[in-house]
């Protein structure tokens, strides 16, 4: 797949692009600022697949799915930009709207329940999917190591969803979850919260895995 990531020079950013890389594909970082994005992307190297960088504009246009991943507080503004370039693609959000009071994280959703909901609102036209929310970028940027957690996603487009199920089993050591409908985003947003709490009491990396389902299957 040719996937563009919206905010690719962050952190989380750059641990997907390095996972999904590794797993053949070919990721395009956006930004921006073209220099930035391609600064980040050749700072990543030796992978499978090849990460290159953009503008934000560029990734978007060029990509298959486009992955949105930038600060909560940007994303009104970053989508009123890409609307067009998005529109009919298979978008993933990956935002999480946080606030951190007293060193603490702090789920602060918008009006609409989620930032997921909230980029559907304004983009109607994509397809939307979210996930990946509890997957630390550090964890994702160790890339010799595999990732030991399950990943939850949700979405009511089916082929969004299958799209980013696929792209969650193509990180090593993840195990893909089906979630839902896009309304459990506010669930998984939440958890971001709870999870980077948890982490912050026992200094650790620790993330989810959902037990019980084989017994279903
Ligand atoms: N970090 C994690 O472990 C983690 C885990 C799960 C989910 N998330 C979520 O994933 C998203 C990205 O996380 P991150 O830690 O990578 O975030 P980040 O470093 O704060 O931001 C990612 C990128 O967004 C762009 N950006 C920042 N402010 C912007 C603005 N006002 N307008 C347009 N673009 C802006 C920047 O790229 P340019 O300056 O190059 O344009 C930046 O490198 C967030 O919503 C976060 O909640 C993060």
Redesign the pocket.
């Known amino acids: 797949m040719k996937i563009g990531i919206i905010?690719g020079?962050?952190?989380?950013?750059r641990g997907l692009a390095v996972r999904w890389a590794a797993a053949g594909h070919h990721v395009v970082l956006g930004?921006?600022?073209a220099a930035?994005?391609s600064d980040a992307a050749s700072r990543l190297g030796g992978a499978e697949g090849s990460v290159k960088g953009a503008t934000n504009l560029e990734a978007a246009r060029i990509s298959d799915v486009v992955v949105l991943?930038?600060?909560?507080?940007?994303q009104t503004?970053?989508l009123t930009e890409l609307s067009p370039q998005i529109s009919g693609k298979i978008a993933l959000s990956?935002?999480?709207p946080?606030a951190f009071v007293a060193g603490r994280a702090r789920f602060a959703p918008p009006p609409t329940g989620s930032a997921a909901e909230d980029a559907r609102l304004q983009v109607p036209a994509a397809r939307w999917a979210a996930g990946?929310?509890t997957?630390?970028?550090?964890d994702l940027l160790r890339a010799g190591d595999p990732v030991d957690a399950d990943v939850l996603l949700c979405g009511d487009d089916a082929d969004a969803k299958r799209a980013a199920m696929t792209l969650a089993g193509d990180i090593r050591g993840v195990r893909a979850i089906d979630a839902g409908s896009l309304e459990s985003a506010r669930y998984l947003e939440a958890a971001?919260a709870l999870l980077i709490n948890i982490n912050r009491i026992y200094k650790s990396h620790a993330s989810f895995r959902i037990t019980g389902l084989e017994k279903s299957t």
Do not use: N
């Open positions: 905010g020079t962050g952190p989380e950013g930004s921006r600022d930035r994005a991943s930038v600060p909560f507080g940007a503004a970053v990956v935002v999480a946080l990946f929310h997957l630390p970028a550090g971001t």
